[in-house]
C-alpha cells in the first residue's frame, strides 16, 4: 500500500504541475488626476469543467463550486460596489466598465433550466446561498427586484448548445451597504487567502475608505480552440484611493505603496502563474519610482507602463517621489500621470418635477466622440411603488445639426405589478457624435402600507443604477474602444415617498370605524323606526317614577290576563 | 316623449353655451387640462385620465397594458378611445368627447328634473310639488357648475359611468325599462359599483312602466330586469375577453378595486384606513366595507319604497361619502408640501375622521325628512346636486355639503315643522295606525334651531378654512397655524357631535319604537 502510495504522490505533483499555471493574479496601479491612484486587483483561475464536474476543485474555491454545481448556474456574476467614478476627471473606465456594478450589490447569472418557474425557483436558491457565502442580503433579491434583461446582457462565456436552456436573471440591491464582512469571504475564495501576494494589500479599512470602489465575481466556462473547456473565476477589486486621505497623518506629495495600504505586500502567492509580473505601474516614463529590494522592474516598450517581479519571500513596496519642478531635471504634469482616455460616454440621471406625488427622471447622455456614433442599451430597473408613465418618455437631442427623431431604435418595456415585480425599461438608442441626449419621462410615487415602509422610512429608497451597455460598433474603422462591448452605471437615486404616521394606526382604525359605526347605525336606527306625533304613542314617565309606573302596568295587565 | 323634443329645443342654447365654454377653456388655457388631469379633486387610481392614456399607449405598442400596475379601466376604453387621434397631438377630439358625454349627462337629468318624479311618484306625491325646479335650471346648475367643468377638463373616465347611470334613471322614468338597464349594465361595465342601484332601479322602472305593455308582477318584472342587464354585461365581458385575449383584465380592473390595493392618494379616506391598516385584519376590512356599503341597498328599497328615485340617490352619496370623501387640504399638506409633521398630522387625520362622520348626521337627516315625507324641493334639489356631484368632481360633494345641502336641512326642517299639520291631516286620512285625530302642538325647540343655524356657519366656517389650507400649501406653509386650526376644528366637530347627541335626544320626543 505504501509504496503504490509512494507511486501515486509523485503522479499527483505531475498532474498538479500541469495546472500550476492556472492561477494568476496581478495589480495594476494608475494614478489619476487630483492626486488619486486607481488599484486594480485581478485574479483569475481556471478548472477544467471535468475535474469541476468531478468536484475536484483546486484553485476554484470548493464553497461557492458547490453551490453553482447545485443550482446549475452556467455563468454568475457578482457585484460589490460603493461610490461614484468620477469620469469627467478619470476618464475611462477600468475594463471598459464591464467589472462594475452599481451601487450596492448587482448580481446576474446565466441558469440552465427548462422552464421559467425553474429558473426562478433556481434563481432564489442561489440568492440565498450566496447570500450566507458573502454575509449580504442578497436573499433580499426576491421576485419585485428580478428582472430578466433582454437586451443588456449577453453571455460572456463559451456554452455551446446549453444555450437554449439557459435563463438570464439579473437583480440588485441598491441600498445594500458594502463593507469588511464582504471582503472577507471574498478574500477566502482566492489560493492564497489574503496571506500572500497582491491579496495580502487589502484591508478593509483602507478599501472601504476609498472614494469608489468595486468588486467583482466573474464565473464563466471558456472553450479555448483545440483545448479542453475550462471554467474561469475572476476576482476583481477596482478602488480609487484619495492619495492625501490614504496616507494620513503623513503629507506631502511622495507616497508609497505601504503608506496608502497600511501594510506591505508580503511576497508572491506560491500558486501563482511566476511568468506574470505581480505589480504594474502606468506611469510615464519619465517618473521616478524607487522599489524595495529584490524586485525587478520590466518597461513595457511603449513607455506607459512597467511591471515589478518581486521575490516571492521579502516584503515589497515602492515609493513615488515628489516631483521637482525646477532645478537640474525638472519634471511636468503630463510627466506624473498618464492621460485617462476619454470615456465613449457620459451619463447622469437625476429627479425632476416637484412635490412628493409626481417626479420625473431625467437622464443625460454626452456622447464626446466629434465623429463617432455611439450605440448602446439603456436599461433601467425600477421599484414598483414608481409607476413609470411610458407614454411620456421623451428623447430631446442638443448639439448636433439637425434633430433626429429615430434616437430610440428599440423599447422593450415591462410594466411593473403592485407587490409583484418591478419596472423593466430597456431602450436600444443612439447619440450622435458631439450631441448629448436628454431622456425625461414621468412617474408616479405610490404610497405604501405603512408595514411596508423601511425603519428609516423618511431617508428615503433607493432606486438602482441605471446600467449602460455600449454596443460594438458595426464599422471596420471605429475607434478600437468601441470595437467590444464596454458598460457603464449612473449612480443610484434616492426616491423620497410620503410616509404615513407610523405611531397612530390604532387611532386611524379606531376613528374611522367610529365613523362606520355612527353611518350604520344612525341609518339602521332611521330605517327601522315608525314616525309618528309625540302625543299620539302611550304617555312617556321619565325617571324612577316612570319605571314603576311601567312595572305596575305590566303586572296589572298580567293580573288581569290571569283574571280573565 | 313630446316633451323632451320641447326640451332639446329649450336647451340647445344651454347646451351651446356650456359646451363653448368648456371648448373655450380648452382652447385659451391649454396647459389646465393637464393641470386638473393630476388633481385628485378630479380623477382616482382607477379613473385618471393621464392612466388611461398610459393604458392606450401600451395598448397600441402591443403589451397588456393589464399586465401592468398603472391601467384599472374597463377594456373596452382602449379600442374606442384609439380610435380617436393622439390626445398629445390633437387632443381637440378628445375634448369633444367629453364635452359631448357632459352635455348628454346634463339632458338626461334635464329629463329626469322635468319628469317630476322627485316631487310626484307612483306611490307618493308631496304636499309641496309645485315647488320643485325645473329640468332647465337643473341642467344649467350642473354645467355651469366649477365641479363639472374642472372634470371635463381633468377627462377622468368616471364621466362616461355618470353619464350611463343618468341615463338608466332617466330612462326608467321615461317608461323604457329594457334601455335602462342597458345603460345600467354600462355603467356597472365601467366602474362595477352601479350595480348596487339595480334594485331601486328596478322599482323605479316598474313604477313608471307605460301603460301599453305592462308588467304587473313586480317578480316578473325584476327577472326581466336582471336578464336586461347580465346580457349586455356578459355581452361586453365576452367582448373584453375577446379584445385582450384573456380574463387578466377581471382581476385588474375590478379586484383592484374590490381589494383596495392601490392605495394612491385620492379625496376618499379609505386608502388612507388601509395604509394604517395592520396586515392581519386588512381583508376583513375590506369585507367590511363592501358589506357596508352594500348593506343599505336592501334597507333603503324597502323602507323608501314609494320613492325609488331618493335611494338612488342616498345610495349615489353613500358611495361618495365612503368611497371619496376628505378636504383637500389635507392632502395637499402632506403629500404635496410634506410639511405635516406627528402632531399636526394627528390633528388633521382626527379632524378628517370626524368630518367624514358629520356628513352621515346629514344624511340621516335628510332621510328623516325623507321619511316624514316633508321636503319635495329639498329632494329634487339634493337630488340634483348629488348626481352632478358624481359626475367625477367627487370632492364637490363636500363643497355641496359645506355649501347647499346644510341651508336646505334646515329650511326644510322648519319648513317641516311648521307643515306639521298639513302631514298630520294627510296620514290622518290615509289612517295610519297610531295616529290619533288630535291635533298636536309643535314648537320649534330653540336647541335644534341652534344647532341646525350652528352646523350651517360652521360648514361656511371649513370651506374657508380649506380654503385657506390649500393657499397656504401651495407656497410657504406655517404647520403651527394649521395645527391650531385643526385643533379647533376638532373641537367643534366634538361639540358638533354633542349637539347632534343632543339633537336626537330632542328628536326622539317625536319617536317612538314602532308598537305593532
Partial sequence: MRSFLSYLIPLLFLVFDVFASDYHEQLNLKPLPQSSLLASFNFRSNTTLTQFAAHNFRYFPRSLGQILQHVG????????????????????RPWDGTKEGGTGVELWAWLEADTEEEADHKWLTLTNALSGLFCASLNFIDETRTTRPVMSFRPEGDHGPAIDRMHLLHGVLPHEIVCTENLTPFLKLLPCKGK???SSLLDGHKLFDATWQSMAIDIRPLCPPGQECVLQIEQTIDMVLDIERSKRPRAGEEWSLDQLFGKYLKGTCPLTDPDVPPVCIQVPERRDIFSTGGAVEIKNPNGLSRCYQISPERDFSMILPRMPRDGDNPKTTADEHVQPGTPLLYAERSFTGHGQERGGVQSILTNPSPDTEVEFVYMESLPWFMRVYLHTLKARVEGTSGAKDDLIEEIYYRPALDRARGTQLELRMRVPPASTVFLTYDFEKSV????EYPPDANRGFDVAASIITILPSTSPNAPPTLQKTSNLRTTSLLLSLPTPDFSMPYNVIIFTSTAIAL????????????????????EEVGGLRGKIALLVAKLKSVTKGKVD | MSDGKMGFQDTAGLYGAAAVLRLALFTFFPTLPDLLTSRVEVSTPVTSFKRLQEGLFLYNHNVSPYDGGVYHQAPLLLPILSLLPDPSTYPFFTYLLYVLVDIASAEALYRIAESGEAAASKLFTSARKDRKWSGYVVAAIFLFNPFTI????????????????????????????????LALSFAAYLS????????????????????????????????????????????????????TGSWEFIPSTYGIQLTITDLTPNVGLWWYFFIEMFDSFRSFFVGVFWLHLSSYVGGLSIRIRSQPLAVITILLASTILYSAFLGPAFYYLWIYAGSGNANFFYAITEASDLRASFPTVLFLLDLFSILKHAPTIFLADLLNNNLSSTSGAQASFSIFCNGNIAPNIVIEERKWLVGWKTRRQESWEQGLPGVSQTNPTVVMDPKVQNFLKFSVILHMLRLSQSSYLVSNACGEYDANIAFETSIAEVQEQADNLLGRLALERRLRHYVLWDTS
Fill in chain 2, 150 to 181: 374642472a372634470t371635463c377638463l381633468g377627462r377622468p373616465t368616471n364621466v362616461f359611468t355618470t353619464c350611463a347611470i343618468l341615463h338608466a334613471v332617466a330612462n326608467a322614468i321615461s317608461g323604457s325599462p329594457l334601455t335602462a338597464m
Fill in chain 1, 448 to 451: 405604501l402600507r405603512y408595514t
Fill in chain 1, 73 to 92: 448556474t452556467r455563468e454568475l456574476h457578482l457585484r460589490f460596489s460603493l461610490g461614484r467614478w468620477d469620469a469627467e476627471s478619470w476618464g475611462a
Fill in chain 2, 192 to 243: 362595477m359599483y352601479p350595480i348596487l342601484l339595480l334594485p331601486p332601479l328596478i322599482l323605479l322602472a316598474f313604477d313608471r312602466q307605460p301603460p301599453a305593455n305592462q308588467i304587473p308582477s313586480l317578480r316578473q318584472f325584476t327577472g326581466t330586469a336582471v336578464l336586461a342587464v347580465m346580457a349586455p354585461l356578459s355581452a361586453l365581458f365576452a367582448a373584453s375577453y375577446i379584445l
Fill in chain 1, 519 to 538: 353611518a350604520f347605525g344612525g341609518l339602521y336606527n332611521i330605517l327601522v323606526r315608525r314616525f309618528v306625533g309625540a302625543d299620539e304613542g302611550p
Fill in chain 1, 196 to 198: 500572500a501576494g497582491i
